[in-house]
């Protein structure tokens, strides 16, 4: 089993930067791709990015790239997602995750979760 934890949400300004993290404890975090979805009301829980157990692969939701910067800190057990130039369109519950197997996109493909962190982006 594997406990994340999301921090570092919050309420912010449109043009404005937060940065998630996900303290991870439990198996070893090392071995798991991780990544970040969200889910705003009424919507679905959406792929946001993933990151490869090594930190080398990285990949993201085109809505997010050139904005949003996946990094992970193995020792720390810590995946971390920073959020630049933020939109009011971004604002959702942002869940860390574990991968499992399969793609990275698919909600499906993730073991563990997180319980979330809420980030609203103000207009």
């Known amino acids: 089993q594997v406990q994340l934890i999301e921090s570092g949400g919050g309420l912010v300004q449109a043009g404005g930067s937060l940065r998630l993290s996900c303290a991870a404890s439990?198996?070893?975090?090392?071995?798991?791709?991780m990544g970040w979805f969200r889910q705003s009301p009424g919507k679905d829980r959406e792929f946001v990015a993933a990151i490869h157990w090594t930190g080398i692969t990285t990949s993201y939701a085109d809505f997010v790239k050139g904005r949003f910067t996946i990094s992970r800190d193995n020792p720390k057990n810590t995946v971390y997602l920073q959020m630049n130039s933020l939109k009011p369109e971004d604002t959702a519950v942002y869940y860390c995750?574990?991968?499992?197997?399969?793609?990275?996109?698919?909600?499906?493909?993730?073991?563990?979760w997180g319980q979330g962190t809420q980030v609203t982006v103000s207009s």
């Open positions: 439990g198996r070893p975090f090392s071995h798991y791709a």
């Open positions: 995750a574990g991968h499992n197997s399969g793609s990275y996109y698919a909600p499906s493909s993730y073991s563990y």
